[in-house]
């Protein structure tokens, strides 16, 4: 009787194929492309290059204006798109029309609301426009020796347009007792020059060389408004200001006296679904273009975070807030945008990869060594047999065949030397029946 203990040379542990490396690779590629495109989703597309802005007529403020922050957006490589239009009122028509293609526009308070305009946002209020009237006649506290007369009032589609048949109905003027000129103020400056008309209203702003060339004249006067106040509590948009005497020309001391006006604040309008970048953009410019001091203005005091009639956007209130973002700050605007957006897709990258390869080997040695340590647990349910007393024969047949799947395990070269253990302690037991007297069969070689 062979009393030795069979020994298993020729059975030994088999390397784990390269084929479990590339799945897990393969798992952490498509987590990272899956994280990736749902990031590239979250980002939306990159800045447009070509954005359109709806101005206002030929030579007047906004359509000069417009051309100021092309001039600044084509150094960031971006191209501003100029289109002529009446005015205000048309610019929000046109903004809140996706087909029309435009995504920016100067409109003045008064004209629209969040519930009219719920597409539209603003980037905060940019300067005052005053309420000009201007008459070759004197024309009464109540405006009542305008009855009868011929009154420019502006484009149809401009805020000039609007706030003035509002302002003159409030005076208990309109077309049924005065003759009302749909003119641009340009036109209107030189009909009432050549007497023509007898008035013209328009919304425009200082720098406007109408209104500097109609201050100016001995052969109009510039009609103030003394209940300005009541007209800002009716209309809460509208700011009073104060022209000083002689301001539009000392030498002929023009206008005489101080004059009242009041006045709607102009806002830089978007789309709410402009990209940010541009609406970044678009501060940046406005500060440059707005901030200097004026005669109804400090220093500073525009672009200012105003809500008006629309929202600010987030970008807006951010920018106001604590300004630019940090890499537009110091790099050209389009590596800002694409230094941007790496770092933003650096995010599946580190909060997947990093987790991976750092925990991944324990997870993975948790495995192997859970396999093994399966097989000790049988290990151990054959030895509380022998204890019971059951059968040599099945015990045998079982601990040949535990010994088999020891040796066949797909593992590490790592935990090589603890399947050479649990094989140590599978003799182990082998030992124990020889010690016991028991008959041992003999074990086939694999």
Do not use: C
């Not at 393969?26 to 749902?38: E, F, N, R, S």
């Not at 182990?428 to 016991?436: D, S, T, W």
């Amino acid at each position: 009787m062979d009393t030795s203990v069979p020994r298993y040379s020729g059975l030994t542990p088999k390397p784990v194929p390269h084929s479990a490396l590339v799945w897990f690779l393969v798992i952490a590629v498509a987590l990272v492309l899956l994280a990736t495109i749902a990031m590239l989703s979250w980002l939306g597309p990159l800045p447009p290059r070509v954005v359109t802005m709806s101005t206002g007529t030929p030579g007047s403020e906004y359509e000069l204006l417009g051309r100021r922050y092309r001039t600044i957006l084509k150094r960031s490589g971006v191209e501003l798109r100029l289109i002529s239009s009446p005015g205000g009122v048309e610019n929000l028509r046109r903004l809140a029309d996706p087909r029309s293609g435009v995504a920016i526009g100067f409109a003045q308070g008064g004209l629209t609301s969040e519930s009219q305009s719920p597409s539209l946002e603003s980037l905060g209020t940019m300067f005052f426009e005053p309420f000009w009237a201007f008459s070759s006649l004197p024309v009464g506290y109540k405006l009542e020796g305008l009855r009868g007369k011929k009154i420019a009032v502006g484009l149809e589609g401009s805020g000039t347009y609007a706030l003035a048949l509002n302002f003159l109905r409030l005076n208990g003027i309109d077309q049924h007792v005065a003759e009302l000129e749909r003119m641009a103020p340009e036109q209107a400056a030189e009909a009432l020059l050549r007497g023509d008309i007898s008035a013209a209203v328009m919304v425009r702003s200082w720098d406007s060389t109408t209104v500097r060339r109609l201050l100016a004249s001995s052969s109009v006067n510039l009609v103030g408004f003394p209940r300005a106040d009541a007209y800002v509590a009716l209309y809460p948009y509208l700011t009073k200001l104060i022209l000083p005497a002689g301001v539009g020309d000392l030498a002929t001391n023009r206008p005489p006296t101080d004059v009242t006006l009041v006045a709607p604040k102009a806002s830089l309008i978007v789309r709410n679904d402009l990209h940010p970048a541009i609406q970044y953009l678009l501060l940046e410019a406005a500060v440059q273009i707005h901030s200097a001091p004026s005669i109804f203005r400090q220093a500073g005091q525009f672009p200012a975070p105003e809500r008006g009639d629309l929202p600010l956007s987030p970008e807006a209130l951010q920018y106001y807030k604590s300004g630019p973002p940090f890499l537009q700050r110091y790099l050209p605007f389009w590596l800002a945008v694409l230094t941007s957006r790496l770092l933003v897709l650096l995010v599946p990258v580190v909060g997947i990869l990093f987790p991976l390869l750092h925990f991944g080997p324990m997870i993975y040695s948790g495995i192997m060594r859970h396999k093994i340590s399966r097989l000790y647990g049988e290990l151990k349910h054959i030895e509380a047999q022998l204890d019971n007393g059951e059968g040599t024969d099945d015990v045998l047949e079982r601990l040949h065949r535990l010994q088999i799947r020891a040796s066949q395990m797909h593992i590490p070269a790592a935990y090589v030397q603890l399947v050479y253990t649990l094989r140590a302690h599978i003799e182990l037991v082998q030992r124990r029946l020889m010690q016991a007297g028991r008959t041992l069969l003999d074990t086939p070689h694999s």
